[in-house]
């Protein structure tokens, strides 16, 4: 199960468009702005239906 999101960078601000595999259930990961190239924190809830998003900076 794959959605698209958008979200703003918390750095630089810009909206972005990212991919969430919901298939893997909760994670946290890292990706690159794909804007400013700064890391973002990416923190998916999920029970493979209902989903959240929070992205924070990597210092927050």
């Known amino acids: 199960m794959l959605e698209t999101q958008m979200y703003d ?3 630089c601000g810009e ?4 991919l969430l595999d919901l298939s893997a259930g909760d ?7 794909q804007v400013c190239c700064r890391p973002i924190v990416f923190d998916l809830r999920t029970d493979g ?3 959240t998003l929070d992205v924070h900076a990597e210092d927050d």
Do not use: G, K, L, N
């Not at 909206?15 to 990212?18: A, G, K, M, N, Y």
């Not at 994670?27 to 702005?33: G, L, M, V």
């Open 9 to 11: 960078c918390p750095y």
């Open 15 to 18: 909206p972005v468009e990212t």
């Open 27 to 33: 994670q946290q990961y890292i990706e690159d702005c």
């Open 49 to 51: 239906r209902e989903w």
